[in-house]
T-cell receptor, first 109, second 113 residues
């Protein structure tokens, strides 16, 4: 089956720093989503981005489908950005999302 | 904003009890999913449904069962809870036609003592 790998597994930064999270996938996809899981366990939709670039405030994401990777950029990090970031893909012809293992981001004040 | 709800949010229950975790969505989505997740770890699909009277087992074997008799409602039942069932359970839905974005409920954190 499809493999979804996220890197780095853990990232610790000071408030105000920028960060880049990466998601590699092993097959063609027709959906890619980025989620932020907050300390209460809720998964927040960040981006639905099967291809191209999107921006939402301090966050932006780019998916290069032909090279099978996606990047999530967080600028001017805040402590509320802490949590686990998941990438998930839906392969062509399937109906189920496959999740990566997540990147745990810690932003220190 | 996604309109998908789960109850209860937290549940502590003794071994052997029967429990039902509720999930409802008001978006008219045909496709619904249940995931199991240990805190901060990878999500595992345990059940899914493509519409009324359709249910399938997911990638992770689970002793739970589901039903789908109404489009908006997708409850998950454990007939006899055990400590190994302690986990977070997340429900999700998607339109699935032309737009595959999946939306998640707030989750139910289950502890079986």
């Amino acid at each position: 089956g499809i493999q979804v790998e996220q890197s780095p597994p853990d990232l610790i930064l000071q408030e105000g720093a920028n960060s880049t999270l990466r998601c590699n996938f092993s097959d063609s996809v027709n959906n890619l989503q980025w989620f932020h899981q907050n300390p209460w366990g809720q998964l927040i939709n960040l981006f639905y981005i099967p291809s191209g670039t999107k921006q939402n405030g301090r966050l932006s994401a780019t998916t290069v489908a032909t090279e099978r990777y996606s990047l999530l950029y967080i600028s001017s990090s805040q402590t509320t950005d802490s949590g686990v970031y998941f990438c998930a893909v839906l392969i062509q012809g399937a109906q189920k999302l496959v999740f990566g293992q997540g990147t745990r981001l810690t932003i220190n004040p | 904003e996604a309109d998908i709800y789960q109850t209860p949010r937290y549940l502590v229950i003794g071994t052997g009890k029967k429990i039902t975790l509720e999930c409802s969505q008001t978006m008219g989505h045909d496709k619904m999913y249940w995931y199991q997740q240990d805190p901060g770890m990878e999500l595992h699909l345990i059940h899914y449904s493509y519409g009324v009277n359709s249910t399938e087992k997911g990638d992770l074997s689970s002793e739970s069962t589901v039903s789908r008799i109404r489009t908006e409602h997708f409850p998950l039942t454990l007939e006899s809870a055990r400590p190994s069932h302690t986990s977070q359970y997340l429900c999700a839905s998607t339109q699935g036609i032309g737009n595959y974005e999946q939306y998640f409920g707030p989750g139910t954190r289950l502890t079986v003592t």
